[in-house]
Structures are given as C-alpha cells and as structure tokens.
C-alpha cells in the first residue's frame, strides 16, 4: 500500500475524532437553538466556565481570591483540600444549572418575543461577561486538568495497523474515549427526549411554544432545562478540550469553530452536529494535509471550515438536514 | 427652554429636507464643528489624541461602515476585522509603492479595494440569511487575516511578518510614521470621519438608503414591490466594505504604524465594532458616533478607576472590564434595543417639550 494512502487513513481517523469533538460543542448549540430558537454564541465560554470551575474545584481554590486580595490585602488562594473528580463533576453540574437558571431568570425571560438576531447578540453579550467572570472567578493562567481519563499513543492500535501496513497509526488514547462518551451522551440525549415527560415537554416546546404553553407546559422550566442540559454538554465538551490542550482562553474559541459544523448540519438537526462535525473534522485535517500544508503554508484549519461551509450554503441555504427554509411575506 | 422652534418656518423643499430640521440642533451640529476643528487641534496633546480622540474618529468610521451593513441593510457581519485588515494591506501596499502620492489618496483607493472584497464576500448574501450569513462572514474574517499573515507579498517579505508605516505626508506635513504631530493626524483623521458622516448620511436617506431598510426590514416584500435584492445588498456590502476599509487603513497607518494582523484585526476587533452599534443604535448614524465614543471612553474610564482611584492590578481590572461590558449588552438590549441613539431621541423629545409637556 502506498505511504501517502496510509497517511491519508491517519490523518482520516484523527480528523474523525476532532470531528467528533467539535460535534460536542455544536450539540450543545443545536439543544437550545430547538427548544427556544436562541442562537447560544456563548456555549464555548459556558465550556470554559465550566472546565475552570471543576479544575477550580478539584484544587479546592478560592473563588474570586484575586478580587479578594486586591481589596482586603489579604493572601489567601486555596482552601487546601482536593475535591476528587467526580464529586467535582457533580459540583460543577450543579454550578451550571444555577447558572442556568440566572440566565433564564436574568436574560432570556425579558427577551421573549424579541427578534432573533437581539437574542443572538444578547448571548455574546453573555459570552463577554461569563469569559470575564470565569477569570476573575479563578485566574486566568493556564490550568491542567486532569480528571483521570487515559491519555496518550494507543499501544494497541499501533501494533495492529503496524502489523498490517508496516506503519503504525498514532491515535490518542483520549480521543477515543471522548469519541465513546460523545456517542453515550448523543444516545441519552435521544433517549431522554424521546422516553420522559420532561424530554417530551422539550419537543413540544420546540415545535410550537405558544402549543405547548396551552396544554400546560411551563415554558419557564423547560427553558431553564435547555439551558442545564446545555451547560452540562458544555461541560463534556470542557472536560475533552481541557484534558487535551490545558484550560484557557483558547478553549472558548472552539465555539467558533463549532459554528460551520452547524450551518452544515443544519441548527435544528441533532444528527446534523454529528454529521457536520465529522465532515469538517475530517475535511480540514485532509485539505491540510493534501493542499494546504504543501501548497499553501499551512495553518489552512483557522479558515477551511467556514469556507467549506460557506460554499455548501450556497447551494443548500438550510444545511444538510435542517428543516426547509419556507417564506411568506 | 432649550428648543424654541417658535418662527422656524420652512420656505422651500430644501429647508424641509435638511439632515436638522431644527435651528437648535443645527446651531449645535456647527459649534461641534467649530469646536473640532478650530479649538480642538490647538490644545490636543499627544495622550489626549491617541488615548481617545484617534481611537474614537477611527471606530466612528468603522462603525458607520458596519451600521450601513447591519443596521440599514440588516445584513450581520462578523468580519469587520477581516476588512479593516484588508484596508490597513491595501493602504501599505499603495503607500510603499506609491511613496510620493498624497497619503489622502491612499486612504481613498484603500476604501476602494476593501469594496471590491466586500462585494466578493458578500456574494452569498443573495442566497444565505440570517445566522447562516453571520456564520459565513466569519469565513471572511478568518481567511483575510489567514492570508495577510501567511502571503509575504503582503507585508512586502519582512522578516517579523508585520506592517509598519513609513512617513508619509499630506501637502507636506507627516501623517503617518514616527514623527507626526498630534494635531495633524487628529485633524487628517477627523476629515475623513466627517466625509464619511456626510456621504453615509446622504445615501441612507437617498434612493439607495431606502432600498437597504426595504431588504432589512422584509426582503421577500421588498422584491416583490420592486427592490432589486442584489443590487441592494451588493451596494450595501460596497458601501460599509468601503467605510470599513478607510478606517482599517488609519487604523493601522495612522493611530497604530506597526501592525502585527492577528493582533489588531481578529475577531475581537469585527466584535467589539458590533457592540458599537448595538450600544450606539442600529441603523443610526448618531448611534455610530456614540457608540464608537461610549466603547472607546469605557476601558480609559474603567482604568482610571480602577487601577488609579481603587488600586485594583491591571489584569483584573481587564477581566471586570469584560464583565461590564457583556452586562451592558445585555443591559441595552434588555431596556432599550434601540441603543444610545434611542434614549438620546427620547431625551430631545422631552427637551423640545419642555417645561410644558402636554
């Protein structure tokens, strides 16, 4: 088998599994876009937030200590104790439903009926205050997180794909387990909104509000849900990205990078996220490696997505599985 | 009290149709100017025109450029970023090949380069609405950036890979380099606000104006009265492309001279330009203006505070600076969708009134 060919698998499997790492960001998009037709700009800094605040728990630091010291003169950063890392994760899950709630509570409620591009620029709004509140919160250094997850080459891999083609793949141990718990999560996603009460109120809900409002639905709670649900998948995403490349700044910009996985898969398609993600995982790790790398000087990641994007819309304005764009005057 | 419209008839159609009907407001609009252009240029000093004054014309310029896009045409751009850069590229190209033409020209044919771009970029326009189009003016922002960073013709081989302005000059006095005068480039600076005040004005409220706000506020409708939906969008994306351009290009030639394009023209920049206008008021030409002030005074303000009067560090005053702002969006769009712009028309309607309301 040809080397290039080999190499091209490579590159094919590790686009995949960023793919399906991004697909995790937009999910968390296409949860709330559904049920309450927000455009939520701010879920990569809802990641952040969320990474932030379970490395912040598992080291037991102080909230705010910087804002703290800055105005008492006092030295204080740590409670000293660790947290161990489920408990944190449980923790951090509750911090993102009160988070939601604040802002369902704050924002949302006295946005209803606005135009949606008023609710898309109110949760940039809300991704500025949330990238400000998670540095003052717990610093804005590089942090290291490490919830237990297994990292590194897969020894298991490499010796097959050796044995076979005489090359041996290097797939990261992480990505593979964030590829099964982004499976698991997509399945319950499914499970939940098809099985139970609260999962069937979110169809409805996002089907036709002022329906659902009428037969009793609490437009209120499942909003503030959405929002849970959201934080919670936010929180994944955080833990995958975390692990992999440090907690920082860096980390809210794989929103951005989210957003041409939806406009390909469509905003309102589930499967479309997953699609998309994989596509554009996929087809930037190619480009790159098949075009730009040689031909272009490389670095050709930053832009591929949204161009590939751009150019798809123009020939189908409402993304691979989004529901037909239909307009009357 | 402070309007007295009593006897301020008008006579003939131009009377009507001036951009202020009302002698009051008239008067103000020229003491500013008066102001701006024969006061301010003697007392500004060096802190005073690059903390504020540079800072706050430049953001005018682009925030009337992307106030014609959004606000007029309803067109969401997120790469504003994207084409300052290709202004500040194009300007430096003009200005290192050119060397002795007027820096004004420059400037100009700068704006016109970053049109012809627009119109390429906002070709999909014609096909992608809403979210879907915002997203996919993010290509723009990343591709342009990309480009200028990774292309050496652009930044002429330098080995930092960054642009810097050599001294040019207009009718022989610098502009642009290392050793200008504060008043020249406030002054160079305040001209091109105010033509691009004055020609964006007129078109909004010309044919072309009205069939921008036809499109944005139902293109479908728009269409079928008679608007032609490409020529509309596409001199929309010409128009604010080449506002954009001019600001990009004193942007970088003028107020910063050295620019690294990742740096200065991210994403951050095509941002903090929309919150411009959201703060100032969509589709608001007084909007642009406050805006671009309020967003500009803001940070100067919250560090005066902050780290001289509280004795706060700098790192955390940057993070509260972030807090404040995302809340303020929020704020403003929460009570007032209209922006700066609104309560402003709110407060004349109320002064006008005044002290005898009905």
Redesign the interface.
């Known amino acids: 088998m040809p080397e290039q060919l080999v190499f091209a698998m490579e590159v094919t499997l590790n686009g995949l599994m960023a793919g399906v790492l991004y697909a995790l960001v937009a999910l968390g998009f296409v949860l709330i876009f559904k049920a309450s037709g927000i455009?939520n700009f701010a879920q990569g800094v809802m990641a952040l937030f969320a990474a932030m605040t379970l490395v912040g728990i598992m080291d037991g630091q102080v909230p705010f200590s910087?804002?703290i010291n800055?105005?008492f003169g006092t030295d204080i950063h740590h409670f000293g104790w660790h947290v161990p890392a489920l408990l944190a994760i449980i923790l951090t899950t509750g911090v993102m439903v009160g988070l939601a709630w604040c802002v369902q509570q704050f924002?949302m409620r006295?946005?209803v009926n606005?135009a949606?591009?008023?609710l898309?620029?109110?949760t940039?709004?809300?991704?500025?205050?949330?990238?400000?509140?998670s540095?003052?919160m717990w610093g804005?250094e590089i942090k290291n997180l490490d919830v237990g997850l297994p990292q590194g080459i897969n020894i298991w891999i490499d010796e097959a794909t050796f044995n076979i083609f005489g090359y041996g793949f290097f797939i990261d141990n992480l990505d593979i387990v964030a590829t099964v718990i982004a499976a698991l999560l997509v399945v319950s996603l499914m499970a939940f909104s098809q099985y139970t009460k609260e999962g069937r109120a979110m169809r409805a809900v996002a089907d036709d509000h002022q329906a659902a409002l009428s037969v009793g639905i609490s437009l209120n709670f499942i909003w503030v849900l959405v929002w849970s649900l959201a934080g919670f998948v936010a929180l994944v995403a955080g833990i995958m990205w975390g692990t992999k490349s440090g907690v920082q700044f860096s980390l809210s910009l794989i929103a951005?990078k989210a957003?041409?996985v939806?406009?390909l898969g469509g905003?309102t398609s589930i499967p479309g996220a997953i699609v998309g993600g994989l596509i554009i995982g996929v087809g930037e790790q190619l480009f790159e490696f098949a075009i730009g790398a040689p031909y272009?000087?490389?670095?050709?990641q930053?832009?591929f997505a949204?161009?590939l994007?751009?150019v798809f819309?123009?020939f189908r304005?409402q993304?691979l599985f989004g529901e037909r764009i239909i307009?009357?005057? | 009290m402070f309007y007295r419209e009593a006897g301020d008839f008008k006579t003939s159609y131009v009377d009507d149709g001036q951009t202020f009907p009302i002698r009051f407001d008239r008067y103000r609009y020229y003491a500013v100017l008066a102001v701006a252009f024969v006061v301010v240029p003697f007392i500004v000093g060096d802190y005073l025109a690059n903390a504020i004054l540079l800072p706050f014309l430049i953001y005018a310029i682009a925030a009337i450029g992307l106030n014609i896009l959004t606000g007029y045409c309803g067109q969401?751009s997120l790469g504003t970023g994207g084409f300052m850069a290709v202004g500040a590229y194009a300007c430096y190209k003009l200005m290192t090949a050119f060397p002795e033409v007027s820096m004004f020209i420059h400037v100009i044919l700068a704006g016109g380069v970053t049109a012809l771009v627009g119109v390429l970029f906002g070709l999909?326009s014609l096909?992608?609405?809403?979210?879907?189009l915002?997203?996919?003016t993010?290509?723009a922002q990343?591709?342009l950036?990309?480009l200028f960073?990774?292309?050496p013709w652009f930044y002429n081989y330098s080995a930092s890979g960054q642009i810097s302005a050599p001294e040019r000059t207009v009718f022989g006095i610098a502009v642009t380099g290392p050793n200008t005068e504060a008043w020249a480039t406030y002054l160079f600076c305040l001209i091109f606000c105010l033509g691009t005040g004055l020609v964006a004005r007129n078109l909004t409220r010309g044919t072309l104006g009205r069939t921008w706000m036809a499109i944005r506020d139902?293109d479908?409708?728009a269409e079928?009265i008679g608007v032609n939906p490409l020529r509309a969008k596409l001199t929309a994306f010409a128009v604010s492309s080449f506002f954009v351009g001019i600001s990009g290009a004193l942007f970088f030639a003028v107020y910063l001279g050295a620019v690294e394009v990742g740096e200065v023209f991210g994403?951050q920049k095509s941002?903090l330009v929309?919150?411009m206008i959201?703060i100032g008021g969509l589709g608001s030409m007084f909007g642009s203006f406050a805006g671009a002030a309020f967003l500009v005074l803001l940070p100067v303000v919250l560090k005066l505070v902050g780290v001289n009067v509280l004795?706060?560090?700098t790192?955390?005053v940057a993070?509260?600076?972030?807090?404040?702002?995302?809340?303020?969006?929020?704020v403003f769009?929460?009570l007032e969708?209209h922006g700066i712009a609104q309560l402003w028309n709110v407060t004349r309607e109320k002064l006008r009134l005044w002290p005898f309301p009905h």
């Not at chain 1, 940039?124 to 509140?133: C, P, S, T, V």
């Not at chain 1, 272009?296 to 050709?300: L, Q």
């Not at chain 2, 600076?321 to 929020?330: A, D, E, K, M, T």
């Open positions: 455009f910087h804002l800055a105005t924002v006295h946005l606005q949606p591009i008023i898309f620029m109110a940039i709004g809300l991704a500025y205050f949330l990238e400000g509140l540095d003052l804005s951005l957003l041409p939806l406009m905003f272009f000087g490389g670095a050709t930053n832009w949204y161009v994007a751009l819309l123009v304005p993304g307009e009357r005057v | 969401v999909p096909r992608i609405k809403g979210f879907y915002a997203v996919a993010l290509a990343f591709f950036v990309w960073n990774r292309v139902m479908i409708a079928i994403i941002f929309l919150f959201i004795g706060f560090p790192d955390i993070h509260l600076q972030l807090i404040i702002v995302g809340s303020l969006i929020v769009l929460i969708p």
